[in-house]
């Protein structure tokens, strides 16, 4: 099993829609949560980190973690096609930040 | 500001070669770290280094070696190529690494062994 499992996708919405992405992971000694957006021919760009359980709201963004679960998600409200990327997330542990896969995720006009 | 640059962008090799990517930071960053990228296996960490020392490594055989100079500028080796080495290579730099280093990746050199 992989410290950090992700559904690679490929998810298509249509625009304006709620997007929900989502992470697993195996390994309580992660203590610090990220999400990284990566479009085509790019390297991921950093979108929002938290430290505790609970939301945290960036704009259109909202990152969620439940440390219980073991379980963190990214909700993006009215998508954009913009938005279409794929979207990785990560987590710090022991001085090394772990990605998941990444989802790919395309914005339908 | 100048973001993190790498060199070259794309390559080709043959089977064992060897090959030596650049990563030059944001200026000011003191940590580079580099990262293999693949369908199969994702976004996976190589090593940082930070100061001219090499603070952390992944899982990766010897033949992936990396150095950092004075100016921060990287680069990494892989030396006897193999075809399951073709990938992305990504170099992503921050001002301290670590817990509150927020990365900042640059576009990556994708090498291809034949």
């Known amino acids: 099993q992989k410290e950090v499992e992700q559904d690679p996708g490929p998810l298509s919405v249509p625009e304006g829609a709620i997007v929900s992405l989502n992470c697993t992971y195996s390994n309580s000694a992660f203590q610090y949560f990220m999400w990284y957006r990566q479009y085509s021919r790019k390297g991921p760009e950093l979108l929002m980190y938290t430290y505790s359980s609970g939301n945290k709201e960036d704009g259109r963004f909202t990152a969620q973690v439940d440390k219980s679960s073991k379980y963190i998600s990214l909700f993006i409200r009215d998508s954009q096609p913009s938005d279409s990327a794929t979207y990785l997330c990560?987590?710090?542990?022991?001085?090394?930040?772990?990605f998941g896969k990444g989802t790919r995720l395309h914005i339908l006009p | 500001k100048a973001g993190v640059t790498q060199t070259p962008r794309y390559l080709i090799k043959t089977r064992g070669q060897q090959v030596t990517l650049s990563c030059s930071p944001i200026s000011g960053h003191r940590s580079v770290s580099w990262y293999q990228q693949t369908p199969g296996q994702g976004l996976q960490f190589l090593f940082e280094?930070?100061?001219?020392?090499?603070?952390n490594k992944g899982n990766f055989p010897g033949r992936f070696s990396g150095r950092q100079f004075s100016n921060s500028r990287s680069e990494m080796n892989v030396s006897t190529l193999e075809l399951g080495d073709s990938a992305l290579y990504l170099c992503?730099?921050?001002?301290?690494?670590?817990?509150?280093?927020?990365?900042?990746f640059g576009e990556g050199s994708r090498l291809t062994v034949l």
């Open positions: 992503a730099s921050s001002f301290s690494g670590g817990i509150t280093g927020e990365l900042f």
């Open positions: 990560a987590m710090y542990r022991d001085d090394k930040i772990i």
């Open positions: 280094y930070f100061s001219e020392t090499q603070r």
